[in-house]
């Protein structure tokens, strides 16, 4: 069964700082993956997407890039974080397969706290 | 653009009674996928239940069911037999058929369930 992993669960960083959050999926290959995130009392905020290692299409400008090294592994930077990058981020996957693309699963979530 | 509106910011049920979310949308579309997800406490999405644009069956799994009216542009999600483990956050989510930009995911502002003892 396919699994979604997202780390660090928590974290707190001061205005300026990096950022770096990592989300890996197991048991399935060629997922598509995605970013969202979630303001506080908000619905969900596609920040990215990518199809494929190096593909990333942005649907936000913003302070926040990401990265898909590996197959399975999306990666959410910021090199300068800003109060408002606070919030609730979510990876999630959908198959490439026809006909089970449509469906995504989400990870646990990393809740990011800029002070 | 395609929106998702739900109208009901917050909901209420008594355990063991049925309720029903609402949920309306606009696109221009004709195949599309719908979806409901639930948010607990904890904040991980989790899916509910699904419905392609081009059935005209409603989607049920379990104690969740859908009413899809097509023509209406609405997607009521209906849950039966309230349990105290229902008490989230519903969203419904809209995707188009096809993929890239299309195939993203819009999502509403969501319904806060509570289930009273």
């Known amino acids: 069964s396919q699994t979604i992993h997202q780390w660090p669960a928590t974290l707190v960083q001061p205005v300026g700082s990096p950022l770096s959050l990592e989300c890996t999926v197991e048991?399935?290959?060629?997922?598509?993956l995605y970013w969202y995130r979630q303001a506080a009392g908000r619905g969900l905020q596609l920040l990215f997407y990518?199809?494929?290692?190096?593909?990333i299409s942005s649907e936000v400008p913003q302070n926040l890039s990401a990265s898909r090294p590996q197959d399975r592994q999306f990666i959410l930077s910021s090199k300068k974080l800003l109060l408002s990058d606070s919030g609730f981020y979510l990876c999630?996957?959908?198959?490439?397969?026809?006909?089970?693309?449509?469906?995504?699963?989400f990870g646990p979530g990393t809740r990011l706290l800029v002070l | 653009a395609q929106t998702v509106t739900q109208s009901q910011p917050e909901m209420s049920v008594q355990e063991a009674e049925t309720v029903t979310l609402s949920c309306t949308y606009d696109?221009?579309?004709?195949?599309?996928?719908l979806f409901w997800y639930k948010q607990p406490p904890s904040r991980q999405m989790i899916l509910v239940i699904r419905?392609?644009?081009?059935?005209?069956q409603n989607a049920t799994e379990n104690r969740f069911s859908v009413n899809f009216q097509k023509a209406a542009k609405s997607f009521s999600l209906k849950i039966s037999d309230s349990q105290l483990g229902d008490a989230a956050m519903y969203f419904c989510?809209?995707?188009?058929?096809?993929?890239?930009?299309?195939?993203?995911?819009?999502f509403g502002k969501g319904t806060k369930l509570s289930v009273k003892p």
């Open positions: 999630a996957w959908s198959a490439r397969a026809p006909g089970r693309q449509e469906t995504q699963y």
């Open positions: 048991g399935t290959s060629n997922p598509n």
């Open positions: 990518s199809v494929g290692i190096g593909q």
């Open positions: 696109t221009s579309e004709s195949d599309y996928y």
């Open positions: 419905q392609e644009a081009y059935k005209q």
């Open positions: 989510a809209y995707r188009g058929y096809y993929g890239g930009s299309q195939g993203n995911l819009i």
